[in-house]
């Protein structure tokens, strides 16, 4: 692993609804990415191919079902021609991508996070373990081993999605794998929870001493006019609240202003010693005889088959 490399945090506006369109652009981004020096570069939450902001402004049993339709045709599957493209984008560019998705599994959508290392491999996709408030008319859960981290060509990288970042056992479970670089993704759009984020992914670097590479989505007025007068009041476009943060705290990069943009930093390695010098959250900041944390990390499933 490097000492030092370069991080990129893409805040981007999916073409909405639109798998096929939304990936030709990241594919694009990516590639750039790679030409400006970057081995890192991470997409917003559920950017292919979009956030399911009509369950903020419509009717769950009429109006929303059009939407859920095209979002359900539209979404992601593991063994898709998307995932491919994409595997060769970050391959082409020698550049590791995480890409937020709306994954299909069956007949169930997932927000997931799809980690592709800087060779093409899928390294892995982590779920969202619970859809927060009005997500749950569109996604399943997660289990223990989206608490997962990963060996990467980066170094130790773990992930987490929007409002899990308030949940202390979550954020433990994945920095106490040793985390080094973190990945936030979050929807653009909600004004409202822009502090909440800035809050929320600086303590995160505080608390792991690791990086943090967060990402909001962009809304678009263009986005929000297919929703119809019901958004009307409802729904702002924007979403500029994404950044890189270095352990400790300190913002690297942050955008000038809420459209999309692409934030560049480079991620010193040593800045994490130098703050595990102070606190080390799984070392000798830890207190394991006083209390411990328990995760069950398996993939459940519905279906135990016994023979016998």
Same mark, same amino acid.
């Given at each position: 692993?490097?000492?030092?490399?370069?991080?990129?945090?893409?805040?981007?506006?999916?073409?909405?609804?639109?798998?096929?369109? %939304?990936?030709?652009?990241?594919?694009?981004? $990516?590639?750039?990415?790679?030409?400006?020096?970057?081995?890192?570069?991470?997409?917003? +939450?559920? *950017?292919? #191919?979009? *956030?399911?902001?009509?369950?903020?402004?419509r009717d769950p049993f009429?109006?929303?079902?059009?939407?859920?339709?095209?979002?359900?045709?539209?979404?992601?599957?593991?063994?898709?021609?998307?995932?491919?493209?994409? &595997? +060769?984008?970050?391959?082409?560019?020698?550049?590791?991508?995480?890409?937020? !998705?709306?994954?299909?599994? &069956?007949?169930?959508?997932y927000n997931s996070q799809?980690?592709?290392?800087?060779?093409?491999?899928?390294?892995?996709?982590?779920? @969202?373990?619970?859809?927060?408030?009005?997500?749950?008319?569109?996604?399943?859960?997660?289990?223990?081993?989206?608490?997962? $981290?990963?060996?990467?060509?980066?170094? @130790?990288? =773990?992930?987490? $999605?929007?409002?899990?970042?308030?949940?202390?056992? *979550?954020?433990?479970?994945?920095?106490?794998?040793?985390?080094?670089?973190?990945?936030?993704?979050? #929807?653009? =759009?909600?004004?409202? !929870?822009?502090?909440?984020?800035?809050?929320?992914?600086?303590?995160?670097?505080? +608390?792991?001493?690791?990086?943090?590479?967060?990402?909001? =989505?962009?809304?678009?007025?263009?986005? !929000?006019?297919?929703?119809?007068?019901?958004? %009307?009041?409802?729904?702002? #476009?924007?979403?500029?609240?994404?950044?890189?943060?270095?352990? &400790?705290?300190?913002?690297?990069?942050?955008?000038?202003?809420? =459209?999309e943009t692409v934030l560049?930093? +480079?991620?010193?390695?040593?800045? $994490?010693?130098?703050?595990?010098?102070?606190?080390?959250?799984?070392?000798?900041?830890?207190? #394991?005889?006083?209390?411990?944390?328990?995760?069950?990390?398996?993939?459940?499933?519905?279906?135990?088959?016994?023979?016998?």
């Open positions: 692993m490097a000492v030092s490399l370069i991080a990129a945090a893409a805040q981007l506006a999916p073409v909405f609804l639109d798998r096929d369109a %939304s990936t030709e652009k990241a594919c694009a981004t $990516i590639a750039d990415a790679g030409k400006a020096g970057a081995r890192l570069i991470v997409f917003p +939450e559920t *950017y292919l #191919p979009g *956030y399911p902001y009509w369950n903020l402004v009429t109006n929303k079902r059009t939407f859920f339709r095209r979002l359900f045709d539209q979404a992601v599957t593991l063994d898709s021609p998307t995932v491919k493209l994409l &595997g +060769e984008a970050a391959r082409k560019a020698k550049c590791m991508a995480v890409i937020g !998705i709306n994954e299909r599994d &069956g007949g169930t959508l799809l980690i592709i290392d800087a060779n093409g491999e899928v390294l892995g996709c982590r779920r @969202k373990l619970v859809p927060t408030h009005h997500e749950r008319m569109t996604w399943g859960r997660g289990d223990g081993i989206d608490l997962d $981290i990963y060996e990467t060509s980066v170094g @130790k990288l =773990g992930a987490l $999605i929007c409002f899990e970042h308030s949940n202390p056992l *979550y954020r433990y479970a994945v920095q106490a794998q040793g985390e080094q670089i973190h990945v936030a993704n979050w #929807p653009g =759009g909600m004004p409202w !929870i822009d502090g909440i984020i800035d809050a929320a992914v600086r303590h995160y670097a505080f +608390e792991g001493q690791c990086f943090v590479i967060s990402t909001t =989505g962009v809304l678009t007025q263009e986005i !929000i006019d297919q929703f119809g007068e019901s958004a %009307s009041g409802k729904l702002q #476009p924007g979403g500029g609240c994404s950044a890189i943060i270095a352990p &400790g705290g300190k913002v690297l990069a942050k955008p000038a202003h809420d =459209g560049y930093a +480079e991620l010193d390695f040593d800045s $994490i010693t130098d703050m595990k010098e102070m606190v080390d959250s799984i070392g000798h900041y830890a207190r #394991p005889d006083v209390v411990q944390l328990h995760l069950t990390r398996t993939r459940r499933s519905p279906l135990v088959v016994s023979s016998g």
